[in-house]
Nanobody, 126 residues
Framework: QLQLVESGGGLVQPGGSLRLSCAASGFSLENNAISWFRQAPGKEREWVAYIRSSGGVTRYADSVKDRFTISRDNDKNTVYLQMNILKPEDTADYYC???????????????????WGQGTQVTVSS
């Protein structure tokens, strides 16, 4: 069964850091472009970060640029989202999503992704 499982969420104070992980089971992620999305309470799901299958190309939403870093370890079949300088507005459920393609031209579209995890909750609060 193809599955993505996120972990690493939790409660953190403003200015703190968290690292989210997205582990795949039932298939190899090495040929899949991956993105992280998030959905805050009462808001629509939004794209956060993208990484090509090779890891050589990354893209970020303006709201997280220079604070978040997406990376991948294809040997571990895992993608990461390092989140630094967290703000209360980063509070959301975070989802990883895998495309069937190794790269995407429209990486911000949810329709481009075939596989989704169940999400992990991140709360930034003092």
């Amino acid at each position: 069964q193809l599955q993505l499982v996120e972990s690493g969420g939790g409660l953190v104070q403003p200015g703190g850091s968290l690292r989210l992980s997205c582990a795949a089971s039932g298939f190899s992620l090495e040929n899949n472009a991956i993105s992280w999305f998030r959905q805050a309470p009462g808001k629509e799901r939004e794209w956060v970060a993208y990484i090509r299958s090779s890891g050589g190309v990354t893209r970020y939403a303006d709201s997280v640029k220079d604070r978040f870093t997406i990376s991948r370890d294809n040997d571990k079949n895992t993608v990461y989202l390092q989140m630094n300088i967290l703000k209360p507005e980063d509070t959301a459920d975070y989802y990883c999503a895998a495309s069937r393609s190794s790269y995407l031209l429209i990486w911000m579209s949810q329709d481009a992704y075939a596989y989704w995890g169940q999400g992990t909750q991140v709360t930034v609060s003092s």
